[in-house]
């Protein structure tokens, strides 16, 4: 007598279908053959697994499993049908992803239904100031979509796809193999119409068959004020067309946006450094600093030093998803020390530096104290 196929799997008898096919998958994997060959203990163990799960993740089985027990599913018991022969599993599907594809020859059991079309991306390269404040492009991208003159079915005007006669338009087959688990029920691709579910007699000169071609396309693209580098802009509907009916792909448009030569950013929020001489950093006073939105008047404080930085509320970015909300602009100052001095601006400074006393160098003299602390 096998034993109880719920102990097998691992799960309770209450156990849901997800669990109990998780729990097949977490099974298979650990003692499939491919993994210990020449272990006849796992080939065995494996074949108890397989069985537990043809006869779990049928819900007929599953229903006459629970309320006769092995009697219930063995042909030769009050049960009837079922049985331990030949299981009705795709296991194709199940151990392409265990353990990536191949097994048995098998894929999954979709139907030949409408399946969506593919995703494009188009990758685009903006200026700074083109992303900062969005605008409106025309590009070109080439694809494939339906065929003008069959209208995707391939087949020429005036005739029509027929019904596959070997699937009879499921697109999949299915197969009963003998493998070394015992008889295996593997369901494939139609060898007949590659899936398609129709075969095409008469093919359209135009495609020869395909219902799709090359084309170019032009499209109007408005780009929101705001994107940077990385940010995908979907353009609904303009990928590839389905199959079967399905629907079109999407677009995704890609952006890179140019370094600037002033400006730099971090998401919304705009960064620039901007020189100051001696006399501005000294005494302070009103100067002109720039924004992305043009220049700004600015108040420098008097004192400031190498590295300060203030900050302009509102004069960054806008942002992609609310326009009326932007980020902020960070001025970092730093003093550019002249050169080329002539002999009486050098007399000049000489003059003015020897009038200055450690109270006007704070940092300096805070400094010095330290370093003679040291060797003390």
């Not at 003008?148 to 796809?161: L, V």
């Amino acid at each position: 007598m096998p034993r109880d196929y719920y102990e097998v799997l691992g799960v309770d008898k209450g156990a849901s279908d997800d669990e109990i096919k998780k729990a097949f998958r977490q099974q298979a994997k650990k003692y499939h053959p491919d993994l210990h060959p020449g272990d006849q203990e796992a080939e065995a163990k494996f074949k108890e697994i397989n069985e537990a799960y043809s006869i779990l993740s049928d819900p007929d089985k599953k229903s006459k499993y629970d309320q006769f027990g092995h009697a219930g599913v063995d042909p030769n018991g009050f049960g009837g049908g079922g049985g331990y022969g030949a299981y009705d599993v795709d296991l194709g599907d199940l151990f392409s992803s265990i353990f990536g594809g191949g097994f048995g020859g098998g894929s999954s059991r979709k139907r030949n239904g409408p399946s969506r079309g593919s995703d494009l991306k188009y990758r685009m390269s903006l200026e700074f100031m083109e992303a900062a404040f969005g605008l409106e492009r025309d590009i070109q991208i080439t694809k494939e979509d339906l065929c003008k003159a069959c209208g995707g079915s391939g087949a020429q005007p005036g005739t029509t796809p027929e019904t596959c006669p070997t699937c009879r338009g499921a697109g999949r087959v299915q197969q009963q193999t003998q493998t070394l688990f015992g008889m295996t029920m593997v369901t494939k691709t139609c060898p007949t119409c590659s899936g398609r579910g129709t075969v095409i007699k008469t093919p359209c000169t135009q495609c020869r068959g395909r219902g799709r071609l090359k084309t170019s396309k032009m499209l109007h693209v408005k780009i929101p004020a705001g994107v940077d580098t990385g940010d995908l802009l979907p353009i609904r509907g303009e990928g590839e067309p389905g199959t079967n009916g399905g629907p079109y792909g999407d677009l995704y448009i890609e952006f890179r946006v140019k370094n600037h030569d002033v400006f730099k950013r971090d998401g919304i929020n705009t960064f620039c450094d901007v020189p100051i001489t001696y006399a501005q950093a000294a005494l302070g006073g009103e100067i002109e600093v720039p924004t992305i939105y043009g220049k700004e008047k600015f108040i420098l404080k008097e004192g400031t030093q190498p590295g300060d930085t203030s900050i302009l509320r509102g004069k960054g970015i806008p942002n992609k998803s609310n326009p009326n909300m932007k980020g902020d602009h960070t001025l970092k100052f730093y003093i550019e020390v002249p050169t080329g001095l002539s002999r009486e601006q050098k007399q000049l400074l000489t003059n003015f530096n020897n009038t200055l006393t450690d109270r006007n160098y704070t940092k300096r003299s805070q400094f010095f104290q330290k370093f003679k602390n040291l060797f003390k």
